[in-house]
């Protein structure tokens, strides 16, 4: 979902930036409440920025001007919110533009509110929702962390149409189209990732020091 650089207009460029701003900026005063408040949630919030940077570091070709990847998003939203995810995300998506040529600084902001943003947004409610309604906490971080996923290549879909809109059927048309292409890679990737992220939170469950401070930011205890 990288939009790469100097492939958006200026103007988009500089909308999304502004849109994204106020976002990465709460998240920055949620990360240091929460490290003000629970020091040991540190490590958690490092294996949630490593599984993100790692995630969407997985890049396959997709549409011209963009690219197919996991995101890694879903478990940090889900065990500390989603505005906790746009500075995160940001973090890795500066990373990867400066040292893999992956996305671009010009189309940062893009990218943070279609990754960082909107994906963690989505992962978080799904959590919520699949809790709400009975599902397992397994089957709630799968639909988090997959639908999050899905969403953000929603979004990227909707930035590239709003940039490129079709000769003939105009932004409506553009949305099918560049959302098509990027279906045939993301539904397979997005239902990886939401199994991926099932194990992991598993796994970090189970380490001694870790497992009541997910179970705590995530909501699964008072």
Not at 72 to 91: E, R
Not at 140 to 162: E, M, N, R
């Amino acid at each position: 979902m990288h939009i790469m650089e100097g492939y958006l207009p200026p103007l988009h460029c500089a909308g999304w930036f502004a849109i994204s701003v106020p976002f990465v900026l709460a998240g920055a005063r949620k990360v240091r409440k929460i490290v003000a408040e629970r020091p040991g949630a540190r490590l958690t919030l490092a294996a949630a920025g490593a599984f993100a940077f790692v995630l969407s570091a997985l890049k396959m070709p997709s549409v011209t001007g963009s690219c197919s990847h996991p995101t890694g998003t879903g478990f940090g939203a889900i065990v500390f919110g989603p505005s906790v995810m746009a500075l995160l995300g940001t973090i890795v998506l500066v990373f990867q533009a400066l040292l893999m040529a992956h996305g671009g600084l010009t189309t940062l902001g893009a990218n943070v509110f279609s990754m960082a943003i909107v994906g963690p947004w989505v992962s978080w409610l799904m959590w919520r929702l699949a809790g709400r309604v009975g599902a397992s906490i397994a089957v709630a971080v799968f639909l988090g962390a997959a639908l999050g996923d899905l969403a953000t290549y929603a979004t990227t879909s909707v930035q590239l149409a709003l940039a490129y809109p079709d000769p003939a059927s105009g932004f409506l048309g553009a949305v099918v189209k560049f959302g098509s292409i990027y279906a045939v890679t993301q539904i397979p990737l997005a239902i990886a990732e939401g199994l991926l992220t099932v194990v992991v939170m598993n796994a970090l469950s189970r380490r001694a020091g870790m497992a009541d401070e997910i179970r705590v930011l995530s909501g699964e205890v008072a």
